[in-house]
């Protein structure tokens, strides 16, 4: 197992990207205080996105032809870790970028990948995933949601649930079954492009612990979508979606939600020129497990950029990572609470409590833990 996860490093001309798009970042978050940048990548603006575009930071896995960086995932990283580190709002080109353009890339038809990846280079094209619903999330073969053949192409009935992004995106990549029942599981599952402004699609927002309406549960009555909607072969759904979750576990997205907060608390522990022997031991256990997560995923990403699939160490690295994330807010605020004399910085306190408040989604979102250590444990041979 472990010798699918060599050490790798960052190629020098993908690390040659990391000043500009440092800068970037730190003009994006230089009036945002620390409770805001603490939204990491839920962090939505439209315009910051296509600012990225115009500067040639997105879409750097797709070919030139498209409008693309033509470089490789460990390029995308650099970009990702330093937005992500900055608490520089990704949101909205995030999905299109990481998961749409590479599934259309692969599997998408020669016209398809000639109207779409270009407009996602730019941060023009904003995507969301539809694949959770009601009663499948986890359990995604069973989805109900159908798109059946018409005359000129599908229509589409049923519902979407949790689809992160969705109020302001342009397209929705759906999981759709196209034939059978769910009793078949993974058979007669398709991907299809909808178009948000489509008659009859509606969208309503549902708010979050914390307030905020990032997701949303679309409702789709007689869709008509045109016979291209169709991404890949129709009934290759469930394998499309595998390869695609590969992508959407293993990156710096499943280490760095946290950060702000340990950033804040370290200013803090050094505002307050307090070092003691459970701070250290606490800052040395973060910056340890950080170090090696980050040291995981990039090995995962020289996966990725071989061409490969790594389902099984992506969902490793998904796990422990978000295990990181989720412990990092709790040890911080018991460390604040346990100095009550320790004036905190409102921001501080805003991000903590924000972080605290939306952590027990972070093993949720992209498949929960239990069903990444089922995927582990059918990887390690041990079911
Ligand atoms: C912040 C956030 C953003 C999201 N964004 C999106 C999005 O953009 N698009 C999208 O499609 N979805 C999105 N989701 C949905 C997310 O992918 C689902 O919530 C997730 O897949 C779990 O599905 P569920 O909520 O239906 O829980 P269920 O599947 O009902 O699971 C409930 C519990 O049972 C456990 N469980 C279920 N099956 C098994 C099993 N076989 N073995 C062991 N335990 C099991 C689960 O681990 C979990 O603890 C988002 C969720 C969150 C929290």
Not at 268 to 278: F, K, S, V, W, Y
Not at 281 to 304: E, H, K, Q, W
Request: with cysteine; proline share 5%.
């Amino acid at each position: 197992m472990f010798d699918n996860l060599t050490l790798a490093r960052l190629p020098e001309e993908d690390e040659a990207l990391r000043p500009l798009v440092r800068q970037l970042a730190q003009e994006a978050v230089a009036s945002l205080p620390l409770d805001v940048r603490a939204r990491s990548w839920s962090g939505f603006d439209a315009q910051f996105s296509r600012k990225l575009g115009q500067s040639g930071l997105l879409g750097l896995t797709l070919p030139k032809q498209y409008g693309g960086g033509g470089r490789g995932p460990f390029a995308r990283f650099v970009v990702v870790e330093e937005l992500l580190d900055a608490g520089a709002p990704p949101a909205a080109h995030w999905i299109a970028d990481r998961q749409s353009a590479p599934l259309i890339l692969n599997f998408g038809t020669e016209e398809q990948r000639q109207f779409y990846l270009p407009r996602i280079c730019k941060g023009e094209a904003l995507f969301c995933i539809g694949m959770s619903e009601p009663g499948s999330g986890s359990d995604l073969a069973s989805v109900r949601t159908r798109a059946e053949r018409t005359d000129s192409g599908w229509r589409v009935n049923g519902q979407k649930i949790w689809t992160s992004n969705s109020l302001h995106s342009d397209y929705m990549i759906a999981l759709l079954r196209t034939s059978g029942g769910p009793d078949d599981r993974h058979r007669g599952l398709s991907q299809l492009i909808i178009d948000l402004k489509a008659p009859g699609v509606s969208i309503r927002p549902i708010t979050d612990l914390a307030g905020d309406a990032h997701f949303s549960e679309i409702f789709f009555e007689d869709v008509d979508l045109p016979a291209d909607a169709l991404i890949g072969a129709e009934g290759d759904g469930w394998r499309q979606v595998t390869a695609e979750l590969a992508f959407e576990r293993s990156g710096p997205e499943r280490i760095y939600s946290s950060v702000i907060v340990l950033d804040g608390w370290i200013a803090h522990l050094r505002g307050h020129g307090r070092m003691d022997e459970a701070a250290a031991a606490l800052v040395g256990d973060f910056t340890a497990r950080l170090a090696t997560l980050r040291a995981m995923s990039i090995a995962c990403t020289a996966r990725l950029a071989a061409g490969e699939s790594p389902v099984v160490e992506a969902s490793i690295i998904k796990d422990l990572g978000t295990s990181f994330e989720q412990e990092l807010p709790v040890a911080i605020g018991d460390d604040l609470a346990s100095h009550p004399g320790e004036a905190i910085d409102p921001e501080l306190y805003r991000a903590l409590a924000y972080v605290t408040q939306v952590a027990p989604s972070f093993s949720l979102r992209g498949g929960t833990r239990e069903i990444l250590r089922g995927i582990i444990a059918r990887g390690l041979g041990l079911r």
